[in-house]
């Protein structure tokens, strides 16, 4: 999906969850930028799922969002720190990173609840070595990212 239609497909109350095993390098992008998003006045709410967004379905269902946005590390065969902007259909295709959540599950389940959207951004790691930290690319996609976030969605 192209960001102008990520971006159109954004209404009312906005939730982000991120995802990512905090262990495991470039995997916990996802919570990284929620945890940053966290530090700031948002308007949108901001769940760090770690790495099992299932444990989180039923708080995302009673906040009754208008749109979802998970945020994941996924294998894509990019370049590190790419992103990419996804709807559930593009899952099929793409690797979930290091943890085992069949997130296309949760969505399925999730829109099964809510009338909102579910939109997913993933970024493509370069390490989910266990014990190392976040490489420099997807660090930096990740601040690239959060300030996007601000100034765009959650103002």
């Known amino acids: 999906m192209e960001l ?3 971006l159109n497909n954004i209404r009312g109350k ?9 262990l495991r390098g470039d995997d916990a992008v996802g919570s990284y930028i929620v945890k940053e998003l966290s530090n700031r ?11 099992q967004p299932e444990r989180f379905i039923e708080k995302i269902i009673q906040k009754q969002p208008d749109t979802v946005i998970f945020i994941d590390a996924f294998h894509m065969q990019q370049e590190p720190g790419s992103v990419a902007f996804l709807k559930e259909e593009d899952l099929q295709n793409i690797k979930i990173s290091s943890h085992q959540t069949n997130l296309k599950m949760c969505i399925k389940y999730i829109k099964s609840r809510i009338k909102g959207k579910v939109l997913i951004i993933g970024i493509q790691p370069e390490n989910t070595n266990f014990g190392k930290p976040m490489s420099e690319k997807v660090l930096n996609t990740a601040e690239i990212l959060k300030n996007f976030l601000i100034h765009h969605i959650i103002q």
């Open 4 to 6: 102008n239609e990520f």
């Open 14 to 22: 906005v939730l982000i969850a991120g995802i990512g095993n905090p």
């Open 41 to 51: 006045k948002t308007n949108a709410i901001l769940i760090d799922c770690e790495e």
